[in-house]
Structure formats: structure tokens, C-alpha cells
């Protein structure tokens, strides 16, 4: 970054786009996979429970991928102790500028950010309360269960609604994947146009 200017030096805009390049190649991936499972589900080719760990480390790898791409966007500082106080607010502001991310994105979801970063903790505080009732190490559904007994879901997959939900968080999936799609083309273009991006 140019020392109080808002943008990203030329040469150093290839190492973003290969970075986010990653994450979004990565959800990709695993969207792929997801969507045959759940096509051969609601053709009723296998049983839900059948495919349930792929497709659920599927769908949690799209929310952390997602999550990764994310920080690019909405840092969770400003900037390094004891240096430029506002090189990641800066980075971030640039790149929302660059990819037309605004405060209506999915990814600006802070249960989203924090889903790789503070995921162990996360755990620790969800385990902690202690649970009673039934509890569900992982679930397809077609949609959440009502029931008088109390239950806790560590992952899950909600059909009908394209809900994925881990440690008590439920997430819509197509608006972070249409999203994470619209990312990934601009970054395929700024990769093909020389690793640069748009003046």
C-alpha cells in the first residue's frame, strides 16, 4: 500500500487477486460438489444421511472460504501495533470500492468473519453451557424441527430453505455463494487482464 493513499500499489495487486483467488476457487469447489448431493437427494438417487460429512464439509468450506474473502473486505482491525494505524481499514476501504461490496453484501456478516478466526473459541463457549436434550453431531433436513425437547446441532443442512447451520448459526447459502460467484468473475478478469486492477 502507498503510505496515505487509499489504494494498492500496481505490482502488488497480482498477490490479492492470486490470494482471493484461492478462497473463491476453493468455495467453487466444494459448491460443485454440494449441489450434485443434493441433486441426487431431491431426485431421490440416495438417502441424505448417506452423503451428510461430504456435503456438510462441502457447505462449511463455502462459509469459510467465504469468511476469508470476507476480512479482505471488512478487516477486523485498522492496522498493525505499532505501525500505519490504518493499512487494513485502507486496504479494506479500497478493495469495497474495487468490487462494488457494500453494507447490503452477505459478506459483511460478522458471524461470517469470525467463522474461521474464532471458530475454536466459538466452539469452547458453545460447549460450555453444558446442553440437555438430544444432541446431533450433524443433520440433513428438509426443514428445522420443531419439538418440545431441547436439541443441539452442531452442523446441519436445511434443504428446503438452503439454510447451513454450525454451532447454533444458520446461514443462507445461495446469497453468499451468488455473491462469492460475482467476486470470483471480477477476479478472473483482473487476473486475465495482467493482475491488475481496473484504473
Excluded at 20 to 29: D, E, I, K, Y
Excluded at 96 to 118: A, C, K, T
Amino acid at each position: 500500500m502507498e503510505e496515505g493513499v487509499t489504494t494498492i500499489w500496481t505490482p502488488y495487486q497480482a498477490f490479492y487477486i492470486q490470494s482471493m483467488l484461492f478462497n473463491t476457487t476453493s468455495a467453487f469447489q466444494s459448491c460443485s460438489i454440494a449441489e450434485q448431493i443434493i441433486k441426487k437427494i431431491s431426485d431421490g438417487d440416495i438417502d441424505p444421511q448417506d452423503k451428510k460429512d461430504i456435503l456438510l464439509n462441502c457447505l462449511q468450506n463455502v462459509i469459510n472460504q467465504s469468511g476469508a474473502i470476507s476480512r479482505y473486505f471488512f478487516p477486523s482491525r485498522d492496522g498493525p501495533k505499532g505501525g500505519d494505524k490504518t493499512l487494513h481499514k485502507d486496504r479494506g476501504s479500497y478493495l469495497r470500492r474495487i468490487f462494488q461490496v457494500d453494507e447490503s453484501s452477505p459478506l459483511i456478516n460478522r458471524g461470517l468473519r469470525n467463522s474461521i478466526e474464532h471458530f475454536d473459541e466459538r466452539l469452547d463457549l458453545y460447549l460450555k453451557e453444558g446442553m440437555v436434550g438430544n444432541i446431533f453431531p450433524s443433520l440433513i433436513l428438509p426443514e428445522p424441527e420443531n419439538s418440545d425437547v431441547p436439541h443441539h446441532i452442531f452442523r446441519a443442512c436445511y434443504l428446503k430453505e438452503g439454510l447451513f447451520q454450525v454451532l447454533g448459526e444458520r446461514y443462507e447459502i445461495q446469497p453468499i455463494v451468488n455473491e462469492v460467484a460475482r467476486i470470483h468473475d471480477l477476479l478472473v478478469k483482473f487476473d486475465q487482464n495482467g493482475g491488475v486492477f481496473p484504473a
